[in-house]
Every structure is written in structure tokens, then in C-alpha cells.
């Protein structure tokens, strides 16, 4: 349950997107949907008609899979370099296997999993809030807060949640402009809540 360093480079991979080659864009609009799920992995995501989900199939050592998810009306817009309003991510985490998921959500509570988090992230997060959320028997962590790198990052407002299972972890993470951030949380909040974590 060790929060890897590894987080810190999926910050920087989502704040500057620039790795996501034209090909991959072009694979990826061609199969728009609203629900998919990955048949290696067994993340799942069931949302509306008013979001499109899009299977990317770029390669990173800090997950290994990513679903790009954009409202179908295409507002809010994506925030710098983004190539997606939220991605959502799985990476397999072994040394969960032997928890099971009650004492997986106790250590989620626990102070140290979040100092450790909390430390992680702030390597490249200005954090600024951190809230304890529940999804289907899962205990979860919000962190949002400000990107210390990408273009006008000053101005770009970042949530990221966090669900721990005997498989591994999902992320999700969400990104806006500080203005228009407040006001689109709900969707963040219904884009997290569509998400089906591998159990």
C-alpha cells in the first residue's frame, strides 16, 4: 500500500498530454462511447449519453490502462494541453491481493496512507483540498489543488480521486480553469461516480 513516486509523473503526463501521439488521437475518436469497459484489466465505466469515453491506448509506467472521457457537448472545454476533460486509470498493485477490501478501506482512513499521499502529490500539486468520498463498498480520496507545471497552470484547477481495491488503484483525474472549476465538479463528481474500480 506504499504511495508510489510514480504518481508524481502521471501528474506531469496529464497536466502535458504532449506524449499522445496524432495516431493514438486518431484511433481514439473513431470508437466514441458512453460505457466501456477493459477486458484485460476490468475497469468499467457506465455513464449517459452525455459523455463520450475513449479507450487510449498510450503506454506509461504509472497505469496500465486510460480512458479519456469528454461531455458530448464538448463543454467545458479540455485546459492546455489536455486531451480529454478527465481521464480515469487503472494500475495493478499486487501487493493488495492480500487485503481484502474492509482493510483496504481502513488504511484509506488512516493518516498515514494520507500523509504519504499528500507528500507524493505535492511534488507537483499545490494542494488545497483533500475529502474522504465512498463509491459502491470503496473508500476513496479527493485531492484537488493547482499543477506547478503546463502552460498557464496557474490558472488550471485539478481534482484527482483516488480508489483502492485488492487489484490495484483507479484514478481519476479531472481538470478545469480556476474560474469555471467550481461549477463543474458535479460532472466530476457523475464522471467518478460511473467508474467501476477492478475488484
Request: net charge negative.
Amino acid at each position: 500500500m506504499v504511495f508510489e513516486k510514480s504518481w508524481g509523473l502521471f501528474i506531469r503526463i496529464r497536466t502535458n498530454l504532449s506524449l499522445l501521439s496524432a495516431f493514438m488521437a486518431a484511433i481514439c475518436v473513431s470508437f466514441p462511447a458512453y460505457g466501456m469497459e477493459d477486458q484485460v484489466t476490468g475497469l468499467k465505466i457506465d455513464l449517459s449519453s452525455d459523455f463520450i469515453v475513449k479507450p487510449d491506448s498510450t503506454k506509461s509506467p504509472t497505469y496500465d490502462v486510460l480512458f479519456g472521457i469528454d461531455p458530448a457537448s464538448g463543454q467545458p472545454p479540455h485546459v492546455g494541453t489536455s486531451k480529454y476533460l478527465c481521464g480515469v486509470t487503472f494500475r495493478a498493485a499486487p501487493q493488495n491481493a492480500g487485503f481484502t477490501q474492509d482493510q483496504i478501506n481502513e488504511m484509506i482512513r488512516g493518516e498515514e496512507w494520507n500523509l504519504q499521499a499528500r507528500k507524493t502529490l505535492s511534488a507537483n500539486l499545490t494542494l488545497e483540498t483533500a475529502n474522504a468520498f465512498h463509491i459502491d463498498g470503496i473508500n476513496g480520496v479527493e485531492f484537488t489543488g493547482i499543477p506547478k507545471v503546463g502552460p498557464d497552470h496557474e490558472n488550471v484547477r485539478l481534482m484527482m480521486s483516488m480508489l483502492e481495491t485488492p487489484k490495484g488503484r483507479t484514478t481519476v483525474v479531472c481538470t478545469a480553469t480556476k474560474a469555471s472549476f467550481d461549477g463543474v465538479m458535479p460532472m466530476f463528481h457523475t464522471i467518478r461516480d460511473g467508474v467501476s474500480p477492478p475488484r
